[in-house]
């Protein structure tokens, strides 16, 4: 895991973000009413949010620049719908070393599955997953959608299986369903291309090799580069 991406990535989620949006949500309060400040206030929190807006595009440039130097994410970028900040996300929480099968790496985004079914959160229990990358891999799925990215044919293949097969699911239920196996296909290949680069061991995907799946998705069919 890279410790300097981690910590800028970090910076910018959990303080930069967090305190521009805090600040710009109390002025847009002030603006609209409801909540009660004078000018002097306002424009003391104007000055802030500002400042964390600077602060936090100052680290994009940090991110983005450091990306240059990690070879999966010059090889991410290349996949429609992936960008030099989300990819940055994704790598700066996963250790690839650690993950040394496919379906580690879907358990620790939250896509994993226990007794046939898809983990969930138990009351009382640590989560078994990192909460931020599950949320950050929706964000991926988000702009493979409005990207059109090759990805976008799981999903939409998906979908129409569950409209087909699935007529007691809601749509949103066959949405997210065709969303996580969008997703889980995506990561297959990131954690195969990542193994690959890093000269680590690889194995046959889960579907594939124990599930009787004829066809393999291969990551170049998706933008992934052969170099």
């Excluded at 090889?75 to 379906?103: C, Q, T, W, Y």
């Excluded at 969930?120 to 599950?134: I, S």
Aim: aromatic residues 10%; charged residues 30%; hydrophobic residues 35%.
């Amino acid at each position: 895991m890279n410790t300097e991406l981690r910590a800028l990535v970090d910076l910018r989620d959990r303080t930069l973000q967090k305190s521009r949006i805090m600040f710009s949500n109390r002025v847009q309060a002030i603006e609209r009413g409801d909540d009660q400040a004078d000018e002097r206030v306002l424009a003391r929190f104007k000055k802030w949010a500002a400042r964390f807006k600077e602060l936090e595009k100052e680290a994009d440039e940090d991110i983005k620049l450091l990306t240059t130097e990690i070879p999966i994410i010059e090889k991410m970028i290349e996949v429609k719908g992936i960008g030099e900040l989300l990819a940055a996300k994704v790598v700066s929480m996963i250790d690839i070393e650690r993950a040394d099968s496919v379906s580690a790496l879907w358990r620790y985004a939250g896509y994993g599955v226990i007794n046939g079914e898809r983990e969930k959160p138990t009351k009382g229990e640590k989560l078994h997953y990192n909460a931020r990358l599950k949320t950050t891999c929706y964000v991926v799925a988000g702009s493979f959608l409005k990207s059109n990215s090759p990805y976008r044919q799981i999903y939409d293949s998906a979908r129409e299986y569950y409209a087909a097969n699935r007529p007691d699911w809601s749509k949103g239920r066959q949405h997210n369903a065709a969303i996580r196996k969008m997703i889980k296909c995506w990561l297959a290949h990131l954690w195969l291309e990542w193994r690959k680069l890093e000269g680590l061991s690889t194995r046959p995907l889960y579907v594939n090799n124990h599930l009787g799946h004829e066809h393999y998705y291969a990551p170049q069919e998706f933008g992934w580069p052969t170099r």
